[in-house]
């Protein structure tokens, strides 16, 4: 029992331990990715508003969809929920599987551990989170209604982090040693897209169909994020339980096997 609690807060006393160097790398990451552009950090807002024009462009003006049981302004909320999960998730997902092998100088480095490098570029690729969230409330309170249930959103805020931290770990390594990987990611991204319940609810889906929704792990946060925001509601138990175990299993999966490959980054980098 000793050793199995021992396991699961191994990876936060690590990031405990080295919270000051990591908060300040990753300080220093999300500087550098928008220096020298003319709009800087704005970017960090635009970009998910130009997102959202896209998919509102082609589901609400285009395709004509609109649930019946939501307004246009409405769906368009709920189409942001599902993105504000999503973009972070595919940005997290491509920078933090090359992590390791774009920064093989570091791999040597003894200050920062080559293990926390993935969990960096989750951090710095995740920022976009936490803007959405807040564009999200704002336009909740003045589109629809705002609820004490979206007070709830950075709890899944840090389960996803979890999840896609421990799922980067685990392609990082798959990196060093296959990459091809970097090339699969596109296109996992992209199907992920697709599949994931961004631009429509799970009623919509023919019954048969609807499989495909609950073999996707990430539908479970972007669907806590629509019901907290959006429906004004919890998600159903399933969906939070999933949503736990996928996130502290990925999490505490993913730092065991980095850690005890560690030794083997510097054959491969």
């Known amino acids: 029992m000793s ?8 990876p936060f006393r690590s990031i405990w331990k080295h919270r000051v160097v990591l908060w300040r790398t990753t300080y220093g990451e999300i500087r ?24 509102a462009t082609t589901y609400v003006v285009i395709l004509r969809i609109q649930p019946p049981d939501m307004t246009v302004y409405e769906y368009i909320l709920y189409v942001f929920c599902g993105l504000t999960s999503f973009l972070p ?23 920062f551990p080559a293990e926390l ?16 969230t807040l564009i999200l409330f704002v336009a909740d309170f003045f589109l629809s209604e705002f609820t004490w249930t979206s ?9 996803q982090t979890l999840f896609v931290a421990g799922v980067v770990w685990m392609l990082s390594l798959a990196a060093l040693m296959f990459r091809d990987i970097q090339h699969m990611i596109y296109y996992v991204t992209m199907m992920l897209m697709i599949i994931s319940p961004i631009a429509y609810t799970p009623t919509m889906i023919p019954s048969g169909l609807q499989v495909i929704i ?3 792990p990430l539908s479970y946060y972007i669907i806590s994020f ?7 509601k919890l998600p159903s138990l399933d969906i939070i339980a999933v949503m736990l175990l996928a996130s502290f299993t990925s999490f505490t999966l993913g730092f065991m096997m980095v850690r005890r490959a560690k030794g083997a980054f510097y054959d491969y980098a």
Do not use: C, E, K
Request: hydrophobic residues 60%; charged residues 5%; glycine residues 6%.
């Open 226 to 232: 629509q019901s907290l925001i959006m429906l004004n």
């Open 117 to 132: 490098i993935p969990f960096r570029s989750v951090l710095v690729a995740s920022i976009t989170m936490p803007v959405g």
């Open 89 to 111: 998730f595919a940005a997290s997902l491509s920078a933090g599987t090359l992590s390791l092998v774009s920064n093989r100088a570091v791999l040597l480095n003894t200050i």
């Open 32 to 55: 550098n990715a928008y220096a020298g552009s003319l709009l800087g950090s704005a970017w960090v807002f635009l970009g998910q508003v130009l997102m959202l024009a896209i998919y």
């Open 214 to 216: 609950y073999f996707n």
């Open 151 to 159: 007070l709830l959103i950075p709890v899944v805020m840090v389960l």
């Open 3 to 10: 050793s199995f609690f021992d396991t699961m807060v191994d």
